[in-house]
């Protein structure tokens, strides 16, 4: 299946519209209204800003996973009974034993 090939894109994606461009992108392909030629041809004009838009985007998603877990591990830092080990993990037992 197509869809489980390419993973879930919407991430990388703005808004709906941007989704839609990229959908209908993906089907002028796969149904032959753009022939391989036209693509790399297109890709020849456009690909260096694709690939600037697309590692912008995924590094503000890095970005945004970082800072959730660098705000987690301080939680639980702060939790009673949580202590840091000297290579930074955060323990918190349970239960002793």
């Known amino acids: 299946n197509l869809a489980r090939q390419l993973g879930d894109i919407s991430p990388l994606t703005e808004n709906s519209e941007e989704m839609t461009s990229v959908a209908r992108g993906i089907l002028d392909t796969v149904v032959g209204r753009i022939t391989d030629e036209q693509q790399r041809a297109l890709l020849a004009l456009r690909g260096k800003e694709l690939n600037e838009l697309i590692t912008n985007r995924a590094n503000n998603i890095r970005a945004k996973?970082?800072?959730?877990?660098?705000?987690?591990?301080?939680?639980?830092?702060?939790?009673?009974?949580?202590?840091?080990?000297?290579?930074?993990?955060?323990?918190?037992v349970l239960e002793h034993g």
């Open 65 to 92: 996973i970082e800072e959730a877990g660098s705000a987690m591990l301080q939680q639980m830092k702060e939790t009673e009974g949580a202590f840091e080990h000297e290579s930074g993990v955060v323990i918190h």
